[in-house]
């Protein structure tokens, strides 16, 4: 018996509406990998995300986790939005943020337990907030904010986590945070999916590309992702004005 790939995306389409934003995807994300998904603004990287935690129906196609449907498993996806997403208003700890992530296993009417409490509080040490945890969400920097949806998603113990451009607009420190997180989630053969615009880090530091532009430009290895071709076809013109992106097409084209 062969083993189910850890995610499985079978030629999904997903839209708003008639309005088709990913049409016919299909890849497959072996265990423990590391992910980076990367393509201009309007791409349709959000929306993918989105899809893949079952917050937008897909228009056709399948999702699967562990060989089986995308709900069959609610505690093994852990998911990072965009700080853009997050209403920071609302009036809750980092502790309790936190611990939002035991809910999947625990269920949102009961009570902790203290094995709970002691993920948690791990969770907030791994991204150096514990001293933040009695702290209002609303009252932190956008980096601690980062950092506190992360303890959530470590807090989830999940297979798989996903995070929506986690690298942008946070300081250096939240960046290394997110890294370690990265290295050290490797260690125990959880799968990430992460996207970023810096084409140089996806480079450097993820095992897998998936180069979107409302269709699968190209799935594979950094360096056979990244070629001139490939690249042209997600950025078009506007990859000469991305440094990064004309750094990398120097260098592997």
Request: charged share 20%; aromatic share 6%.
């Amino acid at each position: 018996m062969i083993t189910p790939h850890r995610l499985d995306v079978q030629n999904i389409s997903i839209g708003y509406g008639e309005k088709i934003i990913l049409r016919d995807l299909s890849f497959q994300v072996p265990h423990g990998a590391r992910v980076a998904v990367v393509g201009p603004n309007g791409a349709g990287k959000s929306t993918l995300f989105k899809a893949l935690v079952g917050l937008l129906p897909l228009q056709s196609g399948q999702i699967l986790v562990h060989g089986e449907a995308l709900h069959s498993h609610n505690d093994c996806v852990a998911y990072v939005p965009q700080r853009e997403e997050v209403d920071w208003r609302f009036p809750v700890t980092v502790r309790d943020v936190a611990l939002m992530g035991r809910f999947s296993q625990t269920g949102w009417f009961k009570r902790p337990s203290a094995r709970d409490y002691e993920i948690v509080e791990n969770s907030l040490a791994q991204m150096g907030i514990a001293d933040l945890a009695e702290r209002s969400i609303g009252q932190l920097s956008g980096g601690q904010q980062q950092r506190a949806f992360l303890a959530r998603a470590v807090a989830q113990e999940p297979h798989i986590l996903l995070m929506d451009e986690p690298f942008s607009g946070v300081d250096a420190t939240t960046q290394e945070a997110t890294l370690r997180l990265l290295d050290h989630l490797r260690e125990k053969q959880v799968t990430a999916v992460v996207s970023t615009h810096d084409l140089n880090l996806a480079a450097s530091r993820f095992d897998l590309v998936l180069l979107l532009n409302h269709q699968l430009i190209a799935f594979g290895a950094p360096q056979a992702v990244f070629v001139k071709e490939n690249l042209t076809r997600a950025f078009g013109s506007s990859l000469l004005m991305m440094e990064s992106g004309a750094a990398l097409v120097d260098e592997c084209c």
